[in-house]
T-cell receptor
Framework: QQQVKQSPQSLIVQKGGISIINCAYENTAFDYFPWYQQFPGKGPALLIA?????SEKKEGRFTISFNKSAKQFSLHIMDSQPGDSATYFC??????????????FGAGTQVVVTP | DADVTQTPRNRITKTGKRIMLECSQTKGHDRMYWYRQDPGLGLRLIYYSFDVKDINKGEISDGYSVSRQAQAKFSLSLESAIPNQTALYFC??????????FGPGTRLTVL
């Protein structure tokens, strides 16, 4: 079964709105939480990542919020633009116990930003 | 710039055929991975490799095999393709900061 549960499966947001994608995990050994962005016909690419020693990380219009006690983290896309339309994957890794760097991916969220 | 390349990009084959998907990288990374992507299931790890002598099974390796011909080349084979192997396949490399770099993918259809 998937070690990282992602929701929603899809969402539609108007241009200028906020897109929010949530992920939850059970393995407390996870200590690295990246988000990947995938455009149609392309491979996923790293968007932003966070480690559990901080509760929030912001890069431009993209923010990760991290709640260690709840074992949840989320991606917020502020002022969503049509160019943000893509599939977003959350992922998790235990750097301390997995030297192979095997990421556990969520199921993905397809985001559509309407003009 | 295509740091991770995959060939072919699309392939249609028939049940029982042997198929090889190829991956090459110019990033100089040791660690390479093969994933398959299915709608609603995300990316699942098939095989991973640290170097040419180190190959490891991922969570869904049954029905697949791999070959690491060189640091830069990692191939995935389906010895006898079946319809439920129809999927999007990605090769990836990893750097020392745990960032993974994905190729453009191969869309495989098994009839």
């Amino acid at each position: 079964q998937q070690q990282v549960k992602q929701s929603p499966q899809s969402l539609i947001v108007q241009k200028g709105g906020i897109s929010i994608i949530n992920c939850a995990y059970e393995n407390t050994a996870f200590d690295y939480f990246p988000w990947y962005q995938q455009f149609p016909g392309k491979g996923p690419a790293l968007l932003i990542a966070i480690r559990p020693d901080v509760s929030e990380k912001k890069e431009g219009r993209f923010t990760i919020s991290f709640n260690k006690s709840a074992k949840q983290f989320s991606l917020h896309i502020m002022d969503s633009q049509p160019g943000d339309s893509a599939t977003y994957f959350c992922a998790a890794l235990s750097q301390t116990t997995d030297s192979w760097g095997k990421l556990q991916f969520g199921a993905g969220t397809q985001v559509v930003v309407t003009p | 710039d295509a740091d991770v390349t995959q060939t072919p990009r699309n392939r249609i084959t028939k049940t029982g055929k042997r198929i090889m998907l190829e991956c090459s990288q110019t990033k100089g990374h040791d660690r390479m991975y093969w994933y398959r992507q299915d709608p609603g299931l995300g990316l699942r790890l098939i095989y991973y490799s640290f170097d040419v002598k180190d190959i490891n099974k991922g969570e869904i390796s049954d029905g697949y095999s791999v070959s690491r011909q060189a640091q830069a080349k990692f191939s995935l084979s389906l010895e006898s393709a079946i319809p439920n192997q129809t999927a999007l396949y990605f090769c990836a490399t990893r750097d020392r900061n745990n960032e993974q770099f994905f190729g453009p993918g191969t869309r495989l259809t098994v009839l």
